[in-house]
């Protein structure tokens, strides 16, 4: 996992992709010793399967290559697994599968997802980034063009990864629209407040197409409070930031009071 003043560097809020290379075969590895989070999600399938997990025909060769690189590292639980709702009750991260067009826009094609923020997989497969991307104000614009020629050029065996956060009222995983998470409000409550930083992962698939992965990690607002350049970072990012971003992520109420107390 990144550290806490990666995520936050010492300038105003702006839509970076932020990429580094890295080693798939860690990022997929069980990094939970319990078993907690592969039972919560085997139980979000079994009760959910319409709602957290879909595949159309254009995404079983991606499903099919993941298992094969799954098997490769090791992980033949994952690796034998006969159906999109079977390997996401396997392996701890969410898998979204990513393939090109015939104009070359990449389409969401499938995907497992237990624990998304705020979003709704059943809304978005079928459909290009730039629709998926398009209700955060001002993605498309700054980021949109150079997102598709990074997807594009990707190959395979090489993996990159990157992240993004954003704050919850909830240290629930799953924040589906359907379960109505909680809101960040007033009067401000630092310790009902979580940073949702989702770590990401892209790797280009053999014989096209794309896996992004995703790994929520939960951190209290305090932790973020105690890290100073973390709590600057934040605080100034807070401020920066458009007012229609603010209210996208739901922290325009909260964020001029939160950033006063992160540097207090």
Not at 128 to 139: A, K
Not at 165 to 191: C, E, M
């Amino acid at each position: 996992m990144s550290p806490l003043a990666a995520l936050f560097p010492a300038e105003d809020y702006r839509f970076q992709l932020g990429l580094r290379r890295g080693a798939a075969e860690e990022f997929f590895r069980p990094k939970e010793p319990g078993g907690g989070l592969l039972a919560e999600r085997a139980r979000l399938l079994a009760a959910f399967p319409a709602r957290h997990a879909g595949l159309l025909p254009s995404g079983q060769g991606l499903f099919e290559a993941t298992c094969t690189l799954l098997a490769d590292w090791g992980l033949s639980h994952a690796g034998s697994s006969r159906s999109p709702i079977e390997l996401g009750a396997a392996v701890e991260p969410d898998l979204l599968w990513l393939t090109p067009d015939q104009s070359g826009e990449y389409i969401l094609c499938g995907g497992v997802l237990c624990f998304p923020t705020s979003w709704a997989l059943e809304d978005k497969i079928g459909r290009p980034m730039t629709f998926i991307h398009g209700p955060v104000p001002g993605l498309n614009a700054a980021l949109g063009g150079q997102i598709g020629r990074f997807l594009a050029g990707m190959q395979p065996a090489t993996a990159y990864f990157r992240h993004n956060w954003g704050l919850a009222a909830t240290d629930a995983l799953n924040l589906h629209p359907a379960v109505s998470p909680p809101k960040p409000a007033l009067p401000l409550d630092p310790d009902r407040l979580w940073l949702r930083v989702e770590h990401q992962a892209l790797l280009a698939l053999p014989g096209g197409g794309v896996l992004f992965a995703i790994r929520i990690e939960l951190m209290e607002m305090t932790a973020v409070q105690n890290h100073a350049t973390a709590a600057c970072g934040l605080s100034r990012a807070l401020r920066s930031m458009p007012e229609a971003v603010a209210a996208y992520k739901g922290v325009a109420e909260i964020r001029f009071e939160l950033a006063d107390w992160l540097v207090a």
